[in-house]
């Protein structure tokens, strides 16, 4: 059941991922090019995509956990299942 929770959690952050990258662009695409705010974002651009990095390998990491723990349980379940039928 931990599996199937998690799922849930999965898409809510391809979700916020989503939104993060819409934000993101939106911002770089409105900001006049001269601006303080604007050179502060670009500045702060290889930091920002450093956790991005950091944040896809956690991401796939746990992907691959709840995949397998998925595939743990589907094999349980098929245990219990010849046993019951």
Known sequence: ??????????????????QRTERLTLLL?????????FAVLINNLPNLLALDKEIIQLSIAKHQEL???????????????AYTS
């Open 1 to 18: 059941m931990r599996a199937l929770a998690l799922l849930g959690d999965w898409e809510q952050v391809i979700a916020v991922e989503q």
């Open 29 to 37: 695409n409105t900001l006049p090019q001269q601006s303080a705010e």
């Open 67 to 81: 995949a397998l723990e998925l595939k743990q349980l589907n094999q349980s379940h098929k245990g219990v299942k």
